[in-house]
């Protein structure tokens, strides 16, 4: 019996050794075949044929790509953190600093915080394709007001997304496959993001004039003038409130004549709330605009990002909502949302959106909110205020009105590419080239050497 086992075995061992023989005999072809069609594929005298590397090549697959430039915003961060320089001041990147220079974590953030971790019957589950209920309620309540109608009768859509620049996404590829035109019209200037987010989200941009480098001001009559041309039905972007990069608003007269002609023509708006609160001090005040257009009964799309007015960059907390003209409408564009999003990121992330809602759902902690959040444009107004006064006081040449007159996180100077290179270079003040400035990055230490490095670059450029 031991024999003929033994004979068995080994019979089968020969045959598994010959098929893997045969085996190896042929990947070893097919190995060679691969090699002979690469040679011939850079051989080919037309230059037509090449050789693609795979994974397993010792040639990365990827070797062709060049390096891609830094972001021109966050590029000045980078550069910032290169000098050595112990007198440096970064004033390019949009987030608020106190007056010692540092990054800032509001008391209520913390508050609300303290208490979803006490609370143990939470959890970390996915949260719904379009976010936390009570947080999309909240968002929308916050930028359309205490009784707004649209609310009432159930004809806002809204869904949690990734802070601003998500919504912004979410919202362009919702029009690409939903709305019957794919043209938007965005001022000039704007942020350096929004063109990119629309076109890569299926719209085609145009511009409309929005800054007149004249007055420094809004230049009203060619933004009603480029809208007018405008064919039926285009989106139009807004800014809520403090416009990015300028700081120049519409006044409410300016507002009620935009509202109108974007009805009387029939365009969608599409506002950008990325400073609600944040820019006068008001949230009422900062939230005219969009409740002047829903005001009317018309639809628009708003996304809200809670990255400033409530400190909190890193959570990525943003809400897109969408206004019909009736609740059965609004359910079926939710649903539509919900496969955008579905297939993008799946779910929203559930701690930033908890806190948000933790704050707006808690009277006490809803007043102490209002009460930081003013401090904090209230700080922003005084940089202005202090900037102002140190300019006129070296008797740099030219108005420098404008500096308090804009309002918001920025401040457009009027500084051109030469003069912001020199202040780099010479001062080791860092900001955008079209000589933006972020006011929540001054403080009443650093304003002389800014004043000092504007008044030199002026004087020395002209």
């Not at 050789?51 to 550069?79: M, R």
């Not at 008391?107 to 976010?131: C, F, H, N, T």
């Not at 409309?208 to 972007?237: C, F, K, N």
């Not at 809670?306 to 959570?315: D, P, T």
Request: aromatic share 8%; proline share 5%.
């Amino acid at each position: 019996m031991m024999g003929k086992n033994s004979s068995a075995c080994s019979f089968e061992e020969k045959e598994s050794d010959k098929s893997l023989s045969v085996a190896g005999r042929r990947i070893g072809s097919l190995v060679r075949q691969l090699a002979a069609t690469s040679m011939e594929g850079q051989a080919d005298r037309d230059g037509d044929l090449r050789f693609q590397p795979t994974a397993g090549s010792a040639v990365s697959a990827f070797q062709h790509l060049e390096q891609a430039p830094e972001d021109p915003i966050l590029g000045v961060t980078v550069a910032y953190n290169k000098d050595p320089s112990p007198v440096k001041l970064n004033l390019g990147v949009g987030a608020y600093r106190t007056e010692e220079g540092k990054p800032l974590v509001l008391d209520v953030v913390r508050q609300a915080e303290e208490l979803l971790i006490q609370d143990r019957s939470r959890y970390k589950e996915y949260i719904p394709i379009a976010g936390l209920v009570e947080f999309n309620k909240l968002s929308a309540k916050l930028i359309l007001g205490d009784g707004s109608p649209a609310i009432g009768e159930k004809r806002v859509a809204t869904a949690q997304c990734l802070t601003g620049t998500g919504s912004l996404r979410v919202g362009a590829e919702f029009l690409s496959k939903h709305y019957s035109q794919h043209i938007i019209y965005i001022p000039v200037p704007t942020w350096g993001n929004h063109p990119k987010i629309f076109n890569l989200g299926g719209l085609s941009v145009k511009t409309y004039r929005y800054y007149d480098p004249r007055t420094s001001g809004l230049d009203y009559e060619g933004m009603l003038e480029d809208l007018h041309a405008a064919p039926p039905g285009a989106i139009v972007l807004l800014h809520a409130c403090a416009h990015n990069p300028t700081g120049v608003d519409p006044t409410q007269d300016q507002w009620e004549g935009i509202r109108q002609l974007i009805r009387l023509k029939g365009l969608l708006p599409f506002f950008d709330s990325a400073y609600q609160g944040f820019a006068s001090g008001s949230l009422d005040a900062d939230a005219y605009s969009v409740r002047l257009f829903v005001g009317d009964g018309g639809e628009c799309l708003i996304a809200q990002s809670f990255a400033k007015n409530m400190g909190l960059y890193g959570e990525r907390v943003g809400a897109l909502s969408i206004v019909c003209r009736s609740a059965t409408v609004a359910t079926r564009v939710e649903s539509q949302l919900k496969l955008v999003i579905r297939p993008m990121y799946s779910s929203p992330p559930i701690h930033g959106a908890s806190i948000v809602a933790t704050i707006l759902s808690d009277r006490n902690l809803y007043y102490n909110w209002t009460v930081e959040l003013k401090n904090m444009a209230d700080r922003i107004i005084s940089m202005r205020h202090q900037l102002y006064d140190a300019l006129k006081a070296r008797g740099t040449p030219g108005d420098w009105s404008h500096i308090i007159k804009q309002i918001g996180m920025f401040t457009f100077t009027g500084l051109n590419k030469d003069q912001v290179s020199f202040m780099t270079a010479e001062y080791h003040i860092y900001l955008t080239s079209d000589g933006r400035i972020s006011m929540a990055g001054l403080s009443s230490k650093t304003v002389p050497h800014l004043a000092d490095a504007i008044h030199a670059a002026v004087l020395r450029l002209g």
